[in-house]
């Protein structure tokens, strides 16, 4: 058993925070070998059931759910930054040109080393991430996150047209490889697959078709995609599916839309796209800093939240321009503050930290997994130093609530404030 002493912030599954200035966790190993809460909460009620159990203090410290990224790509990780026009000029420009060095084992392997970096460096204790369309970008990816311990749900991107040579695929055999990097990697340790389109103009209804197959075939698996991010992008995906009532049901045409399922963006959408998430369990990955970056338009927070869908924040690294959970939260309180139909409206700091924490659990459907620090959950936690720099120490001394002590870790945090990230008591 582990026993630590700090000020401790968790939720509650229906997402209400709960803080103790003077905390206590309590983490015991499972059978699996993977640490897992055994108690959360004030230290004065707590800590006579622990008595005798050495206990490490961290004073002046916060222990907090590790954060959870529901979308970022990992071959992405030196893209981060590079100037476009737009979504579709960034790709052509930057992202496939990079994304090809990807069939290179061992610059795979080099790549993912600094992304899980990145990842632990910034708090992010679990991730759902796109690879290439190279299968050895998944192994050399799966591989490290293995040896780390860390939760992470990554795919081998399908794209067999419109694509440039190097990472366009081949039909049949791109479903082949998808099918044998779900038996190799699904389930170990603590990864999990995900099937993933890279989006609907990029696969051909073959092998979308074959996707859903898959999908159908394997009902445990994660799916990823992207959806109306860019109006020229929603535009090209009616023209090539005109069929279709819109871009999102596409993807539901072809059986790619259930529980775990998750695309990241879903701005462009009417109510009718809204209750079809909603209706087949399927999740939002909201990207604000991407879609302030590349000039693709708001989520919809009003409209989520009439209709009533799963949603969570994500980084989107490299259209994203930080790792970091504190900006992605920040840019998202500017878009709820500006980029809504209905302006003003005003996500609180919980919500914030929530929707990248055990709300993110909630829509990767991981739910009592982890992100909350509930009982039973998983170990994943970040170590917060509220003073990391002078600004950010005068401003949280001032704090007189849990609102302002978490709104101003959100403005004015960065890496700086991640002391220590523990996945599943690694790292401890």
């Known amino acids: 058993m582990q026993i630590y002493r700090s000020s401790l912030l968790r939720f509650t599954s229906q997402g209400l925070a709960e803080f103790d200035p003077d905390g206590l966790l309590a983490l015991q190993l499972d059978p699996h070998g993977r640490w897992r809460v055994e108690a959360a909460g004030s230290w004065q009620s707590l800590a006579p059931r622990f008595a005798g159990v050495p206990v490490t203090h961290w004073p002046d410290r916060i222990i907090a759910p590790g954060f959870i990224d529901m979308h970022i790509h990992f071959p992405q990780t030196d893209v981060i930054g590079s100037p476009a026009e737009g979504l579709l000029p960034w790709l052509e420009n930057y992202t496939f040109p990079h994304e090809s060095r990807f069939a290179d084992p061992a610059y795979a392997a080099e790549v993912a080393t600094v992304f899980l970096d990145e990842l632990q460096r910034h708090g992010v204790t679990t991730a759902l ?40 695929d081949e039909t049949e055999q791109s479903l082949i490889d998808t099918e044998a990097l779900i038996q190799r990697w699904h389930g170990r340790g603590r990864l999990g697959y995900a099937i993933t389109p890279r989006f609907a103009p990029s696969c051909s209804e073959a092998q979308l078709r074959g996707a859903g197959e898959l999908a159908a075939r394997y009902p445990d698996v994660w799916i990823q995609s992207h959806v109306a991010e860019n109006l020229d992008e929603v535009q090209w995906a009616r023209e090539l599916f005109p069929a279709a009532r819109s871009y999102l049901s596409i993807y539901d045409d072809f059986g790619l839309m259930r529980k775990r399922a998750v695309y990241a963006h879903c701005i462009h959408f009417d109510d009718a796209d809204r209750a079809l998430m909603r209706d087949t369990g399927t999740a ?14 708001f989520f919809d927070y009003e409209g989520a939240r009439r209709i009533g869908f799963h949603h969570g924040l994500a980084s989107d690294v490299g259209g994203g321009t930080s790792f ?3 900006h992605t939260m920040l840019a998202a309180y500017y878009v709820g503050r500006e980029g809504q139909t209905k302006p003003g409206l005003s996500l609180s ?31 994943d936690f ?11 120490a005068r401003k949280t001394s001032q704090a007189s609530s849990l609102d302002e002590l978490l709104f101003a870790l959100i403005v004015l945090g960065d890496d700086r404030v991640i002391e220590r990230t523990v996945t599943a008591g690694s790292g401890a």
């Open 284 to 297: 939002a990955a909201v990207s604000p800093t991407s879609n302030l970056f590349l000039g693709s338009g």
């Open 349 to 379: 700091p919980q919500e914030l930290w929530w929707r990248h924490t055990g709300g993110a659990a909630e829509a990767l459907g991981l739910g009592g997994v982890v992100g909350t620090l509930q009982s039973g959950t998983e170990a």
């Open 324 to 326: 970091s959970p504190f």
């Open 129 to 168: 991430t796109f690879a290439t369309s190279h299968p050895a970008s998944v192994d050399a990816l799966m591989g490290e996150a293995l040896q780390r311990g860390q939760r992470l749900i990554a795919g081998k991107v399908l794209q067999d047209r419109h694509s440039p040579d190097g990472v366009r």
């Open 382 to 392: 970040v170590v917060l130093d509220p003073k990391a720099t002078p600004l950010l």
